[in-house]
């Protein structure tokens, strides 16, 4: 009986960790999505964007319907630190878009980005 709980308690807890991990790296794993959202395609139909979004709609298949949106959510905020406002706003055009393009049948996602603190200051002095 001891050995039965014992194995019982040690499956909880490698089923624990095998989630924290999956949970934490959800994002470290999208790698095609990441070259797909922040390299610059003209259309959808070029060879080389078409290879690069087939790689990362791979990956988005991997992951579980109802977190798919929370993943990329993540994986924009991650990815928009380094970029321009103009590649900013084509990025999340994509990122949006990504489970549509993927032809996986919930539409688009929800991303919001705050604005920048700069922007509310430059606000607050052109109307204060």
Known sequence: MAK???LAASLLLTLSIVNV???SSSSKGLRGCEKFLTESCRRVRDDSCRERMKLCCGEL???EV???CSVIRRLVKE???DFRSKQKREMLQKARNLPALCRMGIGRCDI???FPPSWFTKFAYVFG
């Open 79 to 81: 990815l928009l630190e």
């Open 4 to 6: 039965l709980t014992l």
């Open 112 to 114: 919001r980005v705050p």
């Open 21 to 23: 991990v999956a949970v």
């Open 66 to 68: 109802q977190r798919r």
């Open 61 to 63: 298949e991997r992951i």
